[in-house]
């Protein structure tokens, strides 16, 4: 996943009370590409951070009616902005200011007049973990979002399977039995009943294959490679795609991993289904002492991983982000008209 920050390069705050002193700094930034606001003092530069997003503030420490101090403060009481990166650029270079300001949640401290290499080298060092923290965020979201996901689906799987599905099949067979008793009487509505037994067979089966899609039993009961063979083979039988399943996992995984992988693999078939004009995949899961290793190959006609392709890259950041909440490494190899393969490492 690729992260941009606010204004392309950054979108940087100048705060100082010194008209040169701004100039100076917002010119030196933007020829470097950061977009730069700038604040007369620390009000108007607390109301600016307010109203709009920005990625770095450089701050000086003695201005009038409120000083550098009172806005780390001020900044450190908001939850929406105590994680903006503030970079403290002052005349007053005593090692208890210094102290003071690092204490008080500054990430830098730099003296005026300052260095513009040494200005430009910690900017993209505040930056840069400024992108880490928000990349960090977004995976704990995003991990958050699909253990829920994956509990509503096992959730909604097991009613289907518990309350539905067994609820069609008792009306199957009581309409079965109807259509024996009027079959006997010769009444004409015996076609019909058989129809709608029928139309209720078909339901189940439709119940079923979503049952599937949504959490295989056998996932839950049996582990990964069951779950696979037999998601694969439904696979092979729907689609008459050639598909090849090597597995030698050993005893059960843990369920996170079992889960990844299983939506990693659903995902890529989808993909090679939707996409490959395939028709041969190759599934291959393996496992020693440190890691499970995950391949997934088809002789399809490929495309080239330079090109965003929207529907297929949703797919694939979904499964990469699925194996980096694990500690793992994806990769995707990709020639045009020599097939695709997707290759998942798991840490064990």
Known sequence: MSYEMNGGRGKILVVDDERLNRVLLSTNLQESGYTVETAEDGEEALRMLRDQPFDAVLLDLVMPRMDGYQVLAEMKRDDALRRIPVMVISSTDEMESIVRCIEMGATDYLPKPFNPVLLHARIRASLASLQEER?????????????????????????????????????NIRLLTVRKLLQREGHPVAGEIEELAEQVQASIRDIRRLIHDLRPVALDELGLAPALREHLARCRQEHDLAIEFVADVGERLPAAVESALFRIVQEAVNNVLRHAQAQHVSVTLTRDAEQVKL??????????????????????????????????????????????????????
């Open 135 to 171: 990349m960090a965020v977004l995976r704990e979201q995003f991990a958050q979002v699909t253990a829920a996901q994956e509990e509503e689906r096992q959730r909604i799987a097991r009613e289907l399977h518990d309350g539905v599905g067994p609820d069609l099949a008792s009306l």
């Open 295 to 348: 391949r997934v190959a088809d002789d399809g006609q490929g495309f080239d991983t330079q090109i965003p392709r929207t529907g297929r890259h949703v797919g694939l950041w979904s499964m990469r982000e699925r194996v980096e909440q694990l500690g793992g490494q994806f990769e995707v190899q990709s020639v045009p008209g020599q097939g695709t393969t997707v290759t998942t490492v798991v840490p064990l």
